[in-house]
């Protein structure tokens, strides 16, 4: 059972953008939080960003002022706006979500972001 969905990924030039979507459950997108994660090659999982229910968002410091995290509660859907790509933020990005907890534990399968130079 697949619980989040995401699309939207591709190949994109450095200064390029992309905008990822997130299909939820409905008991997930009405959780506690959901998110992004990406993994690059070689490299550990990194939270990208984060959004409450109330709209509330948080982002790590590498991409604040260039991305934009967004929900639409009619379609239980999240977005993750990506402008000013660098080379740096190609990556495969995931969907996160904590349901009804505090810590993400359910990830979608990925979509795959690249940025050529």
């Known amino acids: 059972q697949v619980q989040l969905v995401e699309s939207g990924g591709g190949l994109v030039q450095a200064g390029g953008s992309l905008r990822l979507s997130c299909a939820a459950s409905e008991s997930l997108f009405n959780g506690n939080v959901m998110g992004w994660y990406r993994r690059a090659p070689g490299k550990q999982r990194e939270m990208v960003g984060s959004?409450?229910?109330?709209?509330?968002?948080a982002y790590v410091d590498s991409v604040k002022g260039r991305f934009t995290i967004s929900r639409d509660n009619a379609k239980n859907m999240i977005y993750l706006q990506m402008n000013s790509l660098k080379p740096e933020d190609a990556a495969v990005y995931y969907c996160a979500a904590t349901g009804s907890s505090w810590s993400f534990n359910t990830w979608g399968q990925g979509t795959q972001v690249t940025v050529s130079s």
């Open positions: 959004i409450r229910k109330s709209g509330t968002t």
